[in-house]
């Protein structure tokens, strides 16, 4: 078989980088992260030395997996304040890579720009119903295969293994609260950020909602290279005060 689309055949490429395991392990190590990681985290992470990991993940920039910039880390600056490091992040480049080549994303554009009308109102409101619904299901069948007496805390566990499995990549924020370090539907979202966004809500919420998970709440909280929705601990009444 012959592959035409150039674009297609750079993206099997991209992917044909990730065979090596080192290099594997040491782009998880990165993209795991919620911000840029430096050659000496990484190779400590992977337990790789310094340089294999600078090879690596060098190769992982060449193949357009990954970006680099340079940043001192240490306040000081002037003579003696040393070189900037080397620090990797996620590229913002999406691969989604399908044989034959499909063009989901563009049926997904137009999807959404039909859904951004001035007059479409209230399919988006059926569309965020929707998301909802499916999201409760999701989350009512992770809860259904859980310990129904597994402790209280397992439930930020269970939400953040739900939501992985949705395409989403959980990480905890310290707070008792979960950010969403990618957006399974970003290159959508660049186009129609308003429908998107009220989708992500909606879904995320449904998934708290399925799994009963009372102490939790989605909101929205848009930051750059993340997921605009955020899960965070509920706010307790103030006595004397309606929620």
Request: glycine share 8%; net charge positive.
């Amino acid at each position: 078989m012959t592959i035409k689309s150039g674009r297609v055949e750079g993206q099997i490429l991209s992917l044909a980088a990730l065979e090596d395991p080192v290099r594997r392990a040491l782009y998880f190590q990165v993209i795991k992260g919620a911000g840029e990681v430096s050659r000496d985290q990484a190779a400590r992470a992977a337990h790789v030395s310094r340089s294999l990991a600078a090879f690596h993940l060098d190769k992982l920039v060449e193949a357009g997996l990954l970006e680099a910039t340079f940043r001192r880390l240490s306040k000081r600056s002037g003579p003696g304040a040393g070189r900037p490091s080397k620090l990797y992040r996620r590229a913002a480049r999406q691969i989604d890579v399908t044989l034959p080549e499909r063009r989901y994303e563009l049926a997904g554009r137009l999807m959404t720009s039909a859904l951004d009308a001035r007059d479409a109102a209230a399919a988006r409101d059926r569309l965020q119903t929707v998301a909802l619904e499916w999201g409760k299901q999701l989350g009512a069948e992770a809860r259904g295969r859980a310990n129904p007496e597994s402790a209280p805390e397992k439930t930020l566990t269970r939400a953040m293994r739900t939501l992985r499995e949705a395409g989403f990549e959980p990480e905890r924020d310290g707070q008792g609260g979960i950010v969403l370090q990618n957006c399974p539907f970003d290159a959508l979202a660049r186009s129609s950020r308003e429908v998107v966004c009220g989708m992500n809500l909606a879904l995320i919420q449904g998934v708290v909602n399925g799994l009963e998970a009372r102490k939790l709440e989605a909101t929205l909280d848009p930051a750059p290279g993340r997921c605009c929705v955020v899960l965070r601990p509920k706010r307790r009444a103030q006595p004397g005060k309606r929620q």
